[in-house]
């Protein structure tokens, strides 16, 4: 069975910043893209950010580009979103993603999400 389990989210004001951590259960965590998402209230689930396994090429939403970093530690099994120069619309429910394609089809896991709120 695996799991995955965030931590770090809470209440922080505009411009402030939050570190967001996500401890992953499966064997051969390197091999897995990673991905946090985010989603607020009355709207789609939307990719903040993006892991790849291996050499990690990183991927970013246009909205956190240059705000937000996504790091990993394979020998943890743990990825990491750092928030930096947070803003309101920043608000939401933020979800660690994993996912490695298998010959047939993929192995897709969610954790159960942790809420941010960026408010004065």
């Known amino acids: 069975q695996v799991h995955l389990v965030e931590s770090g989210g809470g209440l922080v004001q505009p411009g402030g910043s939050l570190r967001l951590s996500c401890t992953a259960s499966m064997n051969v965590f390197r091999l897995y893209a990673m991905a946090w998402y985010r989603q607020a209230p009355g709207k789609q689930r939307e990719l903040v950010a993006h892991?790849?396994?291996?050499?990690?090429?990183?991927n970013y939403a246009d909205s956190v580009k240059g705000r937000f970093t996504i790091s990993r530690d394979d020998a943890e099994n743990m990825v990491y979103l750092q928030m930096n120069s947070l803003r309101p619309e920043d608000t939401a429910v933020y979800y660690c993603?994993?996912?490695?394609?298998?010959?047939?089809?993929?192995?897709?896991?969610w954790g159960q999400g942790t809420q941010v709120t960026v408010s004065s």
């Open positions: 993603h994993a996912r490695r394609p298998i010959i047939g089809g993929q192995y897709d896991y």
């Open positions: 892991l790849t396994g291996g050499h990690s090429t990183t």
